[in-house]
């Protein structure tokens, strides 16, 4: 019989930030994985901006972009 693998993806280990008595008070990351960070929380805080607009329908979509140039 097979062992049972885990499906949960491993988290590389961080470095962190510690005080004098060896408390973690900050993380440190690339600046790649920084970016990436920012982006996803820039994205999330337009989905959450627009949470209130009515979706458009595929038609009304295909005409904004005819209007605009874009197709």
């Not at 693998?5 to 988290?11: D, E, K």
């Not at 470095?15 to 999330?44: F, I, N």
Request: hydrophobic share 35%; aromatic share 2%.
């Amino acid at each position: 019989m097979l062992a049972k693998r885990s499906v949960r993806p491993t988290m590389p280990r961080g470095r962190y930030v510690t005080d004098r008595k060896g408390k973690r008070t900050g993380v440190v990351l690339s600046l790649k994985r920084y970016a990436r960070l920012m982006d996803d929380l820039h994205d999330l805080a337009i989905v959450a901006e627009r949470k209130t607009e009515k979706p458009l329908s595929a038609d009304e979509l295909k005409r904004r972009l005819r209007q605009r140039g874009h197709l």
